[in-house]
């Protein structure tokens, strides 16, 4: 079964302390995943894509086929950061685009 | 540039009524996708279509149609409305679905209370 799972509902943090939001999967074959974004007030939106090995606002994500796992990291984590952050998996039934969600971490940067 | 387009915003339902969520895209996007997302559960596929004309059945499909009778227009429709429904409800597009183009893009939401 495809499945996507994200550990934490709730992750809070200080400023500039590290961010890891872990998020593991279950794929037969290779998999296409992604993390997107939803901050207070705006509509959810791609960070990264681990195809891309891109660096976006300070956030990296390593694919480790080993252990089924996509974590989200963050040396240094900024207020700015605060928000709803969600897993993806494309699913592999069809070229259809059909992504699979984990449930969701909320990360929360103290001051 | 408007991007994915939903209405409304905020709607409250009482039990048995019907209602359809309005979607639009004006980025000629072939693939589009209505999601709900429940607290603490994600976001789970309702439909899809990867295309004018064709449409097809997500994670949780029961109590919703849909219709792709354009490119553009990709409407989700509530036929007897059930308190289990209470939902955000998101409607996304893509270009395409495999390679570099496959980045889903979302609307802002609708919150459906029923009631």
């Known amino acids: 079964a495809q499945r996507v799972t994200q550990p934490e509902k709730l992750l809070s943090v200080f400023k500039g302390a590290p961010v890891e939001l872990k998020c593991n999967y279950s794929?037969?074959?290779?998999?296409?995943l992604f993390w997107y974004v939803q901050y207070s007030r705006q509509r959810l939106q791609l960070l990264l894509r681990?195809?891309s090995r891109e660096s976006i606002k300070g956030f990296t994500a390593d694919l480790n086929k080993g252990e089924t796992s996509f974590h989200l990291k963050k040396p240094f984590a900024q207020e700015e950061d605060s928000a709803m952050y969600y897993c993806?998996?494309?699913?592999?039934?069809?070229?259809?685009?059909?992504?699979?969600f984990g449930q969701g971490t909320t990360l929360q940067v103290k001051p | 540039n408007a991007g994915v387009t939903q209405t409304p915003k905020f709607r409250i339902l009482k039990i048995g009524q019907s209602m359809t969520l309005q979607c639009t895209q004006d980025?000629?996007?072939?693939?589009m996708y209505w999601y709900r997302q429940d607290p603490g559960m994600g976001l789970k596929l309702i439909y899809y279509?990867?295309?004018?004309?064709?449409?097809d059945k997500g994670e949780v499909p029961n109590g919703y149609n849909v219709s792709r009778s354009t490119t553009e227009d990709f409407p989700l429709r509530l036929e007897l409305a059930a308190p289990s429904q209470t939902s955000v409800y998101f409607c996304?597009?893509?270009?395409?679905?495999?390679?570099?183009?496959?980045?889903?893009?979302f609307g802002a939401g609708t919150r459906l209370s029923v009631l």
């Open positions: 996304a597009s893509s270009y395409s679905a495999s390679g570099g183009d496959n980045i889903q893009y």
């Open positions: 279509s990867v295309g004018a004309g064709i449409t």
């Open positions: 993806a998996l494309k699913s592999g039934s069809g070229n259809t685009g059909k992504l699979i």
């Open positions: 681990h195809i």
């Open positions: 980025m000629n996007h072939n693939y």
């Open positions: 794929y037969s074959g290779s998999p296409e």
